[in-house]
Structure formats: C-alpha cells, structure tokens
C-alpha cells in the first residue's frame, strides 16, 4: 500500500515539474471562455426571440444544448489528460531504462500498474468533474438554466475516463508510447462514431445501425457512460420542449439503465487483469 502511494505520488510530482497541470489549467481557463462567450451570445439571441413557440422553452433548450455540447468537449479533453497520465507506463518507461530500478525493490507489477491508473483516475476524474460542472455554473449566470439532474452526469463523466485511462494502460504493456496514443484515440474515435451510428439508425429507424451502436457502445463503456450522463440532464424535461433539445455532437441521450454501472466497473476490472497477465510476461 505504501509503494503504491509512493508511485501515484512520484507520478503526478512527475507531472508538475514536466508542466503537464499548468499547460492544462491555461488551456482549460481558455476553453471555459469561450464557452462563457457563446453561452452569452446564445442567450442574448433566445431573449432576443421573445416568447415561447408552440410550447417549446428556448431557454431550456438552449441551456441544455450548451451543456450536452460542454459534455462532449470536456470528455474530449479529459480523454487526453488520461492517455498522456498513462500511454508510456511500462514500455516507455522501461525502454528509458525508469521502471526496472523500482520493480527491484519489494513494489509488485500489480502495485505498480494499480498506482499509476489510480493516481490517471483521480486526476482525469477530478478535471472532467470540475470542467462540467463549471461549464453548468456558467450556464445558470448567463441563462438561468441548471440541468434535470448533476450528480450522474459528473459521475459518467468520471468513470468514462477512468476507463479510457485503464485501456491506455493496458496497451502501454505492449506498445510504445506514439503508437499506444494513436490505438487509444482511435478507440475513442470509434466509440464516438457507435453513438453516431445510433442517431443515423434512430432517423432512419435502422434496427441493425441501433443494434451496431449498442453493442459498441458497450463494447467501449465510455460511449454509453456519455449517453447516460446526456440523458440524465433533462431526465425530468417533458413535452415538446424535450423533443426539440440536442444533445451533443456524437451520440444522444440515451439511459442505458441500471446494468450499465456495474459493467462498467466489471468492465475496468477484466481490462485491469488483461493488463497484469501481460504485463507479468514480460521480460523488462
């Protein structure tokens, strides 16, 4: 257990005198302005409109439109906080000659791969947390609108780069890092495109395009992880207004329903094994 807090803490020591944390407070205080900004353009256009049309609310739905299109870019962004924590652990390292001296000393390989995703959780978790939920604050200023429901989105949001984090770990057991970023985002990209294949497949009411989102969404949890957090922020919105919001670029709001929290953990778990089987073959 101590090891382990060793490690997580060498790594995020590591981070700061790299730079990584100030590089990413910059960008993400530059991405919430511009966010501020259009979120105040939007609203002063919907004011601008007057009243409600045909039972449709333009300030729910605009408010709701701007979080869903927030959501998406801070998992975006938090999807690369979490490969850069993680894409060079064990073979980047070990080819720089930095991870043998610590498996010499009385630290396992499974400390050692627990620590660094844990220590890549904590932060990626912690920044997408932050991020959304400042994108919602900034939303209730200028709009007035907060979502349905917060605590599930946060937490989607969360775990979805816990398992972005945990498959990037993995694959840094066998590839380097340049290739281990590129097989990483292009499995982003591919979850990305199943929640897209599911809104073609909705309009065209396409059974195999849906059915082909789904079982990929499950396949890489993030996708439906974000398809839940998008559902639950106008979980309690009804009527006409609820048909008109659009939420997000790729992927709608869809409830998955009770089973996908605990596969979604069991889901991190079977990565976390597949990784220590490889990584315990070896040879360093």
């Known amino acids: 257990m101590t090891g382990g807090l060793v490690i997580a803490g060498f790594a995020l020591r590591e981070c700061v005198r790299r730079r990584v944390f100030l590089i990413v407070a910059v960008l993400t205080l530059g991405f919430l302005g511009l966010y501020a900004l259009g979120t105040w353009q939007a609203y002063k256009a919907v004011n601008a409109a007057g009243e409600p049309f045909q039972g449709i609310e333009p300030q729910i739905v605009a408010g709701a439109t701007l979080v869903g299109l927030a959501m998406f870019a801070t998992l975006f962004l938090g999807a690369i906080l979490a490969v850069f924590l993680t894409l060079g652990v064990v073979r980047g390292d070990a080819e720089r000659g930095l991870l043998q001296p610590v498996l010499v000393r009385p630290v396992s390989r499974a400390t050692l791969l627990a620590a660094r995703f844990a220590a890549a959780a904590a932060v990626s978790g912690a920044y997408v947390v932050f991020v959304a939920l400042a994108t919602m604050v900034i939303t209730k200023a200028i709009g007035g609108w907060w979502p349905d429901r917060v605590v599930v989105p946060l937490l989607s949001l969360a775990l979805g780069v816990a ?5 990037s770990l993995a694959g840094s057991v066998a590839l380097a890092a340049t290739a281990n970023g590129i097989a990483v985002f292009m499995l982003f990209g591919a979850g990305l495109t199943a929640g897209l294949l599911g809104q073609i497949g909705e309009a ?15 396949a890489l949890p993030f996708e439906a992880l974000y398809q839940a957090g998008l559902s639950e922020l106008t979980a309690d919105t009804v009527g006409f207004t609820r048909l008109a919001i659009d939420l997000g670029p790729f992927g709608g709001a869809q409830s998955a329903g009770v089973a996908l929290w605990p596969w979604a953990l069991a889901y991190l778990g079977l990565v976390g094994a597949a990784a220590l089987a490889a990584f315990r073959r070896r040879d360093l």
Request: proline letters at 0%; aromatic letters at 4%; a neutral charge.
């Open 163 to 167: 398992i972005i984090a945990a498959l």
């Open 204 to 218: 065209l009411s396409s059974n195999t395009l849906q059915d082909v989102a789904r079982v990929a969404s499950w």
